[in-house]
C-alpha cells in the first residue's frame, strides 16, 4: 500500500512537471495546488484567479483561449500549472506539450540545455518573446577547422602537416596557452646566464645527427605533461637525464624526477602554471633531486615531502645498481648556446640541450614534416614552451633543401612525429635558438662508481 502510494504520488509529481512546462510562467514556482483553492470556473471569470511569481495564474475556461484564438502560434498561456489536470482532468500527450528548444546542427536543443561546439558552450536561451536560439560562446579553440584544412591542402608548400588532436579537440586556445606549455620569461633568464666559449670548427659538424641514434638506450621517453603548465621542469629534468647516462656511459642512466622540481622547487616557481629555467637549474645545482621512481610523474601541484637536506637515501631513493651514490643528482652551472653551430657542437659533445621557443596556435596542430609558424591563427596569442634538441638534419623539399632541427615535444608520443617534431634550422623560428642551454652532470666517479662528484667542463 505504501509502495503504490509512493509510486502513485511519483507519477502525478511526473506529470504536474509535464504540465507546468506548458505554463509560462518560468522560474522555480511556489508548490501549488493553484485551481483547487479557487476552484474552476467556466467563461470568462477573473477571480478565478491564484498569485503567483509576482502575477496571476487562471483557472477559468477562458485562459486557454487567451493563446489559442487570439495568437494562434502562441503556445504558452497564464492558465495554472495545474489548469489542465485538475479542472480538465486531462493530461496533454507529451508531444503537445509546449517544451521549448532550439535546433542546433540538427539535433534538438531543450531550453537552457547546454552543448558543446569545439570549445564553446552553447545554451539554448529565449530571446524576444518566444523565440528560443542557440547563444555560443566565441572563443578561439586549439583545433580549428580552417588551420586544418588550408595547412592540409597544400602541405608541401607549407612544409608540414596538420592533425586534429582528440586530446585539444574541444579546449580553448587559451587554455592550450595557459596549461599546455610552462615556461616564464625567457628574456630573463637569458640576461643572466653565461655563454659557453668552446672552440671547435663550425665545418666540421655531421650534417645529420640524432642522439637516438648514437646514444642508444640513454636517451629519456617521450612524456606527456597534460593540462599542466610544467615544459620548464620536463624539459630540465629530461636534458640533465640524457645527460647523465651519456656521461656516465649507462652507469646512470637514470630518469630524473620533473615532479620534484614542480613540488620542491617553489620559490618563485608557479609549479603547474609555469616556471623560470634559471631558477630551475640553480635549485638543480644547489639542491639536487630525485628519480623518477622516487617521485613519479602526476602533472599536478602535489606537496614536497621531501626535506632538502637529505640526500638520496635519507629520501628513500634507490641509486642505479652498482653505483654507490648518497648525494641527490646535481649539475654544474647550467650555460647558454649564442647560435646555430654553438648547440651543433654541444649536442655532439655533451648530449640534447633545453631549448625554449614561441609557441603559436598553429603549432598545437602540427603532425609531420618540417614546422614553421604560419599565420593562418585569428589570434596572436602566444606562450613559450621549453623543448629538447636531440639532433638536426636537412631534407629536400618543394623550397629546396632545408636544414631542421630534432625536438623533443612534452605531448606524449601520439603528438608529431612520434612525440617529436622538426623545425626548420638556422633562422631562429619561433626563438628557438635565441634561448638554448645545457649543464654538466655530476655523475659518480666512473672507475670507483662511488660518490665522488666531479666537475668537467
Ligand atoms: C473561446 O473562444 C471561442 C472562439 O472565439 C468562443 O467561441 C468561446 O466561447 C471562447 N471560450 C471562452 C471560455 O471564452
Ligand atoms: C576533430 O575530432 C573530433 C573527435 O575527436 C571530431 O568530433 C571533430 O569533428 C574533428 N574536427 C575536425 C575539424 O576535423
Ligand atoms: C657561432 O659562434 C661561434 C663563436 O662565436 C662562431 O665560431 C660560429 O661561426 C658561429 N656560428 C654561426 C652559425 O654563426
Known amino acids: 500500500m505504501e509502495i503504490r502510494q509512493c509510486i502513485l504520488f511519483l507519477i502525478s509529481s511526473a506529470l504536474l512537471a509535464l504540465v507546468s512546462a506548458q505554463f509560462s510562467f518560468t522560474g522555480d514556482l511556489p508548490p501549488g495546488p493553484y485551481c483547487p483553492m479557487v476552484g474552476c470556473c467556466g467563461?470568462?471569470?477573473?477571480?478565478?484567479?491564484?498569485?503567483?511569481?509576482?502575477?496571476?495564474?487562471?483557472c477559468d475556461d477562458f485562459c486557454e483561449n487567451r493563446t489559442h484564438y487570439l495568437h494562434p502560434d502562441v503556445t504558452n498561456n497564464d492558465c495554472c500549472p495545474d489548469y489542465y489536470s485538475f479542472c480538465k482532468g486531462i493530461i496533454p500527450p507529451p508531444e503537445e506539450i509546449f517544451a521549448p528548444e532550439c535546433k542546433f546542427n540538427g539535433r534538438k536543443v531543450q531550453w537552457r540545455n547546454s552543448v558543446k561546439s569545439n570549445c564553446n558552450l552553447c545554451k539554448c536561451e529565449k530571446v524576444g518573446q518566444n523565440n528560443f536560439e542557440m547563444l555560443c560562446e566565441t572563443d578561439v579553440c586549439i583545433v580549428e577547422s580552417d588551420i586544418l584544412d588550408t595547412v592540409n591542402s597544400d602541405s608541401r608548400r607549407y612544409g608540414w602537416a596538420a592533425s586534429n588532436y582528440s586530446e585539444f579537440w574541444g579546449h580553448k586556445l587559451a587554455e592550450g596557452i595557459a596549461k599546455r606549455l610552462g615556461t616564464l620569461e625567457p628574456h630573463r633568464f637569458v640576461k643572466h646566464m653565461v655563454p659557453l666559449r668552446k672552440h671547435y670548427d663550425p665545418n666540421s659538424l655531421p650534417r645529420n645527427f640524432d642522439a637516438e641514434r648514437e646514444w642508444p638506450g640513454k636517451i629519456s621517453d617521450i612524456r606527456d605533461q597534460g593540462w599542466c603548465a610544467s615544459s620548464w621542469a620536463i624539459s630540465t629534468?629530461?636534458?640533465?637525464?640524457?645527460?647523465?647516462?651519456?656521461?656516465?656511459?649507462?652507469?646512470?642512466?637514470?630518469?630524473?624526477?620533473?615532479?620534484?622540481?614542480?613540488?620542491?622547487?617553489?620559490?618563485?616557481?608557479?609549479?603547474?602554471?609555469?616556471?623560470?629555467?634559471?631558477?630551475?637549474?640553480?635549485?638543480?645545482?644547489?639542491?639536487?633531486?630525485?628519480?623518477?621512481?622516487?617521485?613519479?610523474?602526476?602533472?599536478?601541484e602535489e606537496t614536497c615531502r621531501f626535506p632538502r637536506k637529505y640526500n638520496l637515501i635519507q629520501s628513500g631513493c634507490v641509486p642505479p645498481f652498482g653505483v654507490n651514490r648518497k648525494e641527490k643528482y646535481k649539475v654544474a652551472p647550467a650555460y647558454r648556446l649564442r647560435n646555430e653551430t654553438d648547440i651543433m657542437n654541444d649536442i655532439i659533445k655533451s648530449g640534447p640541450v633545453q631549448a625554449t621557443m614561441k609557441v603559436y596556435h598553429d603549432f598545437f596542430l602540427y603532425k609531420s614534416g618540417i614546422y614553421r609558424h604560419t599565420d593562418l591563427s585569428s589570434q596572436d596569442r602566444t606562450g613559450y614552451h621549453s623543448v629538447k634538441i636531440i639532433g638536426w638534419g636537412d631534407e629536400y623539399t618543394e623550397n629546396g633543401v632545408e636544414k631542421y632541427w630534432k625536438v623533443a615535444n612534452s605531448w606524449g608520443r601520439a603528438w608529431g612525429e612520434n612525440g617529436y617534431f622538426r623545425i626548420i634550422r638556422g633562422v631562429n623560428e619561433c626563438d628557438i635558438e635565441s634561448f638554448v642551454l645545457g649543464a654538466w652532470p655530476l655523475t659518480v666517479d666512473p672507475n670507483t662508481k662511488n660518490d665522488v662528484l666531479k666537475k668537467k667542463k
Open 237 to 300: 629534468a629530461a636534458v640533465a637525464s640524457d645527460r647523465f647516462a651519456i656521461v656516465s656511459k649507462g652507469d646512470e642512466a637514470v630518469s630524473l624526477s620533473p615532479q620534484y622540481l614542480i613540488s620542491c622547487n617553489n620559490r618563485g616557481q608557479r609549479s603547474c602554471e609555469g616556471g623560470h629555467l634559471d631558477k630551475a637549474w640553480l635549485f638543480f645545482r644547489k639542491f639536487g633531486i630525485v628519480d623518477e621512481n622516487c617521485f613519479p610523474y602526476t602533472g599536478q
Open 43 to 58: 467563461g470568462r471569470k477573473d477571480e478565478c484567479s491564484k498569485p503567483i511569481v509576482g502575477t496571476l495564474c487562471y
